[in-house]
C-alpha cells in the first residue's frame, strides 16, 4: 500500500526486499541469462527499493523478510 510518499510492506508468506543506491552496479537476473548496468540509468542522487516474492538477481544481497513483517519505504 503506498500513500504516494511511502510505500508500506506486509509479508504473509515470502516476499523479500533490496535497495540499491549509488554507484549503482550491474544486476543479473537469476531466471534468464540478462543483465542491466543501472549506472547508466541512474544518478548519484537516485535510490530504488525493489520488493518481490522471491529474490530476482543472482549477484546482489536480497534481504527477506519473515511472515508476519512490516516494513515501510520512504
Keep these: 500500500m503506498s500513500n504516494g510518499q511511502v510505500l508500506f510492506s506486509h509479508c504473509s508468506t515470502h516476499l523479500y ?9 550491474t544486476a543479473h537476473l537469476i ?3 540478462m543483465s542491466i548496468d ?3 540509468y541512474t544518478t548519484p ?5 525493489v520488493i518481490a516474492t522471491s529474490a530476482l538477481t543472482d549477484n546482489e544481497t536480497w534481504t ?5 513483517d512490516l516494513a515501510m519505504f520512504q
Design 38 to 40: 543501472f549506472a547508466k
Design 64 to 68: 527477506r523478510f519473515a511472515p508476519g
Design 31 to 33: 531466471d534468464t541469462d
Design 17 to 25: 526486499y533490496l535497495v540499491r543506491s549509488w554507484p549503482f552496479s
Design 45 to 49: 542522487e537516485d535510490r530504488v527499493a
